[in-house]
Nanobody, 114 residues
Framework: VQLQASGGGLVQAGGSLRLSCVASGSTLRGYTVGWYRQAPEKQRELVGSITGAGRLNYADSVEGRFTISRNNAKNTVDLQMNSLKPDDTAVYYC?????????WGQGTQVTVSS
């Protein structure tokens, strides 16, 4: 499975971005996909996830602002980020666990200016 994350960029506080994770080589259908982020000098943390059945889970810090959705036909999982804050600045990664191992996308930088 190859995961490609895209959509990052520079945005002012209060703005929005939409990240997309596209999978190739294998389907994401039926598998949990998570979005993680890692800020400078901080550990990678889970932003949210969507199960194969569509069950959603979010970190408290993004609840109500971020929304994860999946499109099985396109083999994508998106992260819609609204009301962005400077604390959301990080490299964002998508992840799935399949065939008994972890797969990570390459990361996309999100920078929120104050």
């Amino acid at each position: 499975v190859q995961l490609q994350a895209s959509g990052g960029g520079l945005v002012q506080a209060g703005g929005s971005l939409r990240l997309s994770c596209v999978a190739s080589g294998s389907t994401l259908r039926g598998y949990t996909v998570g979005w993680y982020r890692q800020a400078p000098e901080k550990q990678r943390e889970l932003v949210g996830s969507i199960t194969g059945a569509g069950r959603l889970n979010y970190a408290d810090s993004v609840e109500g602002r971020f929304t994860i959705s999946r499109n099985n036909a396109k083999n994508t999982v998106d992260l819609q980020m609204n009301s962005l804050k400077p604390d959301d600045t990080a490299v964002y990664y998508c992840h799935t666990f399949k065939y008994g191992r972890d797969f990570w996308g390459q990361g996309t930088q999100v920078t929120v200016s104050s």
